[in-house]
């Protein structure tokens, strides 16, 4: 098992920037695939990014392809979302998920979530 914590919400405006951390306690981080996903008042759960657990390979949905930087770094059991050029749409809460076999856009391939960190862009 791993538990996931989030940090480094906050609110910004419009075009500013934020770095979300997920530390991950528990066994074995290096092989477990990671993932962001978002959730805005009265939506439905999306995915923003994932990565694997080699770090070969990563995803972006079409909306943050270009603002936001998925990164790793097993040595501290951390995973990041460098979000740049944030919009007033981008604004969320943000989750951490994780799973040793499943990968991909959908929430339902991990599970290990964290409790989230919310996002608030301003215009």
């Known amino acids: 098992q791993v538990q996931l914590v989030e940090s480094g919400g906050g609110l910004v405006q419009a075009g500013g920037s934020l770095r979300l951390s997920c530390v991950a306690s528990?066994?074995?981080?290096?092989?477990?695939?990671m993932g962001w996903f978002r959730q805005a008042p009265g939506k439905e759960r999306e995915f923003v990014t994932a990565?694997?657990?080699?770090?070969?390979?990563?995803y972006y949905a079409d909306s943050v392809t270009g603002r936001f930087t998925i990164s790793r770094d097993n040595a501290k059991s951390t995973v990041y979302l460098q979000m740049n050029s944030l919009k007033p749409e981008d604004t969320a809460v943000y989750y951490c998920a994780a799973d040793l076999a499943g990968w991909g856009t959908s929430a339902s391939a991990y599970d290990y979530w964290g409790q989230g960190t919310q996002v608030t862009v301003s215009s």
């Open positions: 528990g066994r074995a981080f290096s092989r477990y695939n």
């Open positions: 990565v694997r657990w080699s770090g070969g390979r990563i």
